[in-house]
């Protein structure tokens, strides 16, 4: 039976009045707007999946609208499809969300207004049954795996999926608000806003949080195991038996026991979780498998020993020798089965076989000098990527591993083997070199551990944080240990990377900020995209995720340098990094967020960027570093953070104009370089370039925005500006100038002596005729035409009269006043 119209007209005053609902605050938003229409289709393709029956106020009304068959036959359906896009959004959404909330008012907001109206008279059994989200680990898990008719956990999308395809690659960086106390702006909840709303509760580490973890991780594909390339190939059973020989027998050489004890104290039964093979193996089994003649090729006994390595990594904890034994045996075996082998036995190395010189705070910072880092080793890293000599490829194969650009990988440590180096491939790479023609490797970013790092003993880190740096190496393919994956902090709060970047069992890192090992600070990172490479920023499906049922976020560690963790190196050896205190700056400027600052010397007026109060913090209260941080600190990190983005108090509060060094007191030469100091506005600037303006960030305009500016004719990007034309004066114009009295002045004087030359002229020709001498009188107008006349038919020109004449000599006198000689 089809809806008659006083029925169809309540509805729409029902759709009305949600259509029309605001917010309280001044900005008056709406907030059905984003309950309006559904998400694109191809853009938002895991709405899809997740969203069974998806609906949206504006199909609802057009269906509202028919008279036919196709629209609705009662006041029932009407009221269930409009139930259901609030229920679908707070199934789809996280718990406290801002769309959640939005879903929430307006649910309720429907169930009065529609009991306001008695010819929509439906009861409460009619409702939509809301979709539950799965909260144990029985039911999430399956689904992955098994492909069951059970909702999947949710795929990486943001908190408010929009219809247009631009905010897509927004969510993919949403910044998550882990310090807020959950009070909202009048601009959370927009469209554009993906700071997580939720309050402090809903992101802290508890017991909760670790059985969400272990859920999730549980129903996670497993690893497939080690692929078909990258095999030592060709090696007869004799050599395979001579390495295995070298790594059993291999010492250490300041205690001189064997580092494969290691090795052998895991049991060869004992199964290792999450590994890529469940039978006994150890390094006794493989000796006698070789024996025996068990295997038929170099790449079985190959495969079998990676699995080996395999086995100790997840067996030790990163960090402990035992740990470090069996990363230092395995870069060794690579090195044995490379196809340039170190020459031995023994086999001995300073760089505990790793193919570069010094690794994560023993390599020279970046543009770091002779004299300040004179005890760190200088030309291992570089600030670029090199072309030279080397032809790029998609990806290489390394004893099973399929390394492609982008990937995160653990390389071998120089100086720790306990530590490897976290690290992102930014090429790959086909030696060209004369001496290296053919050999594979990768350029890498370098990320440091917080123990490589100096910093206040007050400050607190993620669990298994590292924070991204300025280094590039290269590393041949014997360097790679393993792969692994690194998260910024907007998506590891919410979920796991999906495959091929990530498998449960690889080791899982978290970073937040920049390290900046020469000036020894702490940046927060702004912009992620900016930290991978260029390829891979716009991929939609680069890292994707599995989510949470809600954001969850690491535990807080002290310093690793102070008890109760009071980590150390190798064999009780000395770490990289260290304890460090606030070191004032030039023009009274001091290093706060963590970082601890060198006495360099820099230009009056450059600005450090510090971090923000982010995940990566300095713990308020008191400390025993040094009273000096306190003083500074107390401003920002005594507050609970209430926004995703706090600027720090000592920069301008608008972005747009240029950065000024005003110190409250200083001295008059402190003031000549405070008045040299200002930076002329330049187009990295009003682009928000972060070495001026470290805080500053982008975020893409809507489509019905950006249609109205107008776009460069080669990039298609719309003409932006961050503010008009500063009136400020150049550098150039700081030059000390005359005044304009004074210029007046000088003007003055020279009329005077110009005048009083006329004035002598004058009086010399009225001496001389007082004298008797004869002063050529001035020719007239007649004899100049003569002389010019005659001097044109000496010349061999014909004047046709005297007016050519004229003519000429006009020519000839403005020419002669012109050079001064008329």
């Known amino acids: 039976m089809v809806l008659n119209d006083a029925q169809k007209k309540a509805a729409e005053e029902v759709i009305d009045t949600l259509t029309s609902a605001t917010t309280g605050a001044r900005s008056k938003r709406k907030l059905a707007e984003m309950f309006l229409e559904l998400p694109d289709r191809d853009a938002w393709s895991e709405y899809y999946e997740v ?96 492909a069951s008719k059970t909702q999947p956990p949710p795929p990486h999308t943001p908190r408010t999926p929009a219809a247009n395809k631009s905010t897509k690659a927004q969510s993919q960086d949403m910044e998550v608000d882990v310090e807020g106390d959950g009070g909202q702006s009048e601009n959370e909840g927009e469209t554009g806003n993906y700071g997580y709303a939720g309050p402090v509760s809903s992101v802290s580490r508890d017991a909760e949080g670790d059985d969400i973890v272990r859920t999730l991780e549980r129903g996670l ?73 068990e295997y038929s090729s170099a790449k079985e006994f190959d495969l079998d020993m990676i699995r080996l390595f395999e086995k100790g990594r997840k067996w030790y904890d990163i960090g402990s020798d035992q740990y470090g034994d069996v990363l230092l ?47 760190l080793v200088s030309g291992v890293t570089t600030f670029r990527i090199s072309s030279k000599d080397r032809r790029f490829v998609d990806e290489v194969n390394y004893k099973g591993w399929s390394i492609r650009l982008a990937d995160w990988v653990h390389l071998a440590n120089p100086d720790d083997p306990n530590r490897p180096i976290v690290a992102q491939v930014f090429k790959c790479w086909i030696s ?25 003993a007050n400050r607190e880190f993620w669990e298994w944080e590292v924070f991204k740096t300025g280094h590039f190496a290269d590393h041949p393919l014997e360097d790679i240990i393993e792969k692994i994956a690194v998260q910024f902090t907007a998506r590891h709060l919410r979920g796991r990377p999906r495959q091929p970047f990530w498998c449960p069992g690889w080791p899982l890192y978290v970073c937040d900020s920049r390290y900046n090992d020469r000036e020894r600070i702490f940046v927060r990172i702004k912009n992620w995209a900016s930290c991978v490479p260029e390829e891979v920023r716009k991929k939609p499906d680069w890292m994707r995720i599995y989510e949470f049922e809600r954001a969850v976020a690491p535990r807080r560690l002290g310093s690793p340098f102070l008890p109760p963790l009071s980590v150390k190196g190798r064999r009780g050896g000395r770490l990289p990094g260290g304890i460090g205190e606030a070191v004032e700056r030039a023009d009274g400027e001091k ?84 008045l040299m100091s200002i930076q002329e506005r330049t187009t990295l600037a009003a682009a928000g370039g972060a070495s001026v303006l470290p805080h500053s960030f982008t975020e893409r305009l809507p489509p019905e925005t950006a249609r109205h500016f107008d776009r460069d004719p080669e990039t298609n990007q719309v003409l ?53 001498i004869d002063v050529a009188p001035s020719r007239t107008m007649t004899e100049q035409l003569d002389e010019l006349f005659q001097k044109a038919l000496r010349d061999g020109v014909t004047p046709l009269c005297r007016h050519n004449c004229l003519l000429w000599d006009r020519e000839l006198s403005c020419i002669s006043f012109s050079f001064g000689l008329s």
């Not at 229920?87 to 996280?94: H, I, M």
């Not at 890498?444 to 123990?451: G, L």
């Not at 004066?729 to 002045?745: A, D, N, Q, T, W």
């Open 51 to 146: 969203i069974k029956e998806p609906r949206c106020i504006d199909g609802i009304k057009f269906k509202l609208g028919r008279s036919d068959r196709n629209g609705y036959n009662s006041v029932s359906e009407v009221y269930s499809d409009l139930s259901l896009v609030f229920s679908n959004a707070l199934y789809y959404n996280e718990e406290g969300s801002q769309i959640a909330k939005n879903a929430s008012t307006l649910k309720s907001l429907l169930e009065s207004e529609w009991k306001k109206h008695t010819i929509l008279s439906t009861s409460s059994s009619n409702s939509p049954t809301a979709p539950q989200k799965p909260s144990k680990a029985s039911e999430q898990p399956q689904v992955h795996v098994q």
């Open 432 to 456: 060209e070199e004369p001496s290296k023609a053919g050999r594979p490797g990768i350029t890498a970013c370098w990320y440091y551990r917080p123990e490589q790092t100096y910093h206040p």
């Open 591 to 674: 290093i706060e967020g963590g970082g601890t600052g060198r006495k360099r010397s820099r230009r009056p007026g450059t600005v450090v960027a510090a971090s923000g109060p982010g995940p990566s913090r300095l713990a308020p209260g008191p400390s025993a570093s040094s009273n000096a941080v306190q003083t500074q600190a107390s401003a920002t990190y005594g507050q609970p953070q209430t926004g995703t983005y706090t600027q720090h108090q000592s920069y301008p509060t608008s972005t747009t104009q240029p950065q000024v060094s005003t110190p409250t007191s200083v001295q008059p030469s402190a003031q000549l370089a405070s």
């Open 720 to 772: 932006w500006f961050s503010g008009p034309p500063v009136d400020a004066p150049r550098v150039g114009s700081l030059v000390p100038k005359y005044s304009l009295e004074y210029l007046h002045f000088l003007a003055m004087k020279r009329k005077r002596e110009v005048g009083k030359g006329e004035e002598n002229v004058t009086h010399g020709v009225e001496a001389k005729r007082k004298k008797g």
């Open 221 to 293: 594909p497993r690893w497939g195991g080690y692929g078909q390339h990258g095999w030592m190939e060709g090696a007869n059973m004799q050599r395979c038996m001579n390495i295995l020989l070298a790594i059993k027998t291999h010492k250490d050489i300041v205690s001189n026991t064997r580092i494969a004890a290691s090795l052998d104290a895991i049991s060869e039964d004992v199964v290792v979780n999450n590994a890529s093979f469940n039978f006994p193996l150890s390094l006794k089994l493989v000796e006698t498998k070789l024996r025996e003649d």
């Open 329 to 375: 045996l395995q870069r060794l075996y690579q090195a044995l089965t490379s196809s340039n082998p170190p020459s031995g036995p023994p086999y001995t190395s300073n760089t505990n076989f790793a193919s570069i010189r010094a690794g994560p705070g023993t390599a020279r910072p970046v543009h770091g000098s002779a004299a300040s880092d004179a005890d």
